[in-house]
Structure formats: C-alpha cells, structure tokens
C-alpha cells in the first residue's frame, strides 16, 4: 500500500498520479516499507523462546500425567 512519508498516511493506488506523487503535498511515495532489522531479530528470538518453552511444557505433561 502506497505510503506518503510527508502526509503520514496511506493513500489508495487510485488517487496516485502516474508520476508515484501524493496527491496531498506532492511529495513522491514510498510504496514499499522494510520492518526494521530490529524487529526481524526480535520476532525471531521470540519465536526460539516460545519454541523452547513448549517443548518444556509438553515434557512436565509427559512427566506429570
């Protein structure tokens, strides 16, 4: 979804001009934004995390039924 960086906000691809421009400020838009590196290490080692806690989980159940 199209992104103007100067308006902060979406804008629908009909109201875009051909050019790539917002049709509020005028400023081109970003059409395509990357998560932060940041983020992409975080989701993964929350991921490891709850990976690692269910695998202790299901071994209490084995232990404990």
Do not use: N
């Not at 917002?22 to 975080?42: A, D, E, L, Q, Y």
């Amino acid at each position: 979804m199209p992104w103007c960086e100067r308006c902060s906000q979406f804008r629908e691809s009909d109201v875009v001009s051909e050019a790539g421009e917002c049709p509020g400020c005028g400023s081109v838009i970003v059409t395509k934004r990357k998560s932060p590196w940041r983020f992409r290490v975080m989701v993964a080692l929350t991921t490891v995390y709850l990976s690692y806690r269910l695998v202790q989980g299901i071994m209490w159940l084995s232990h404990h039924a």
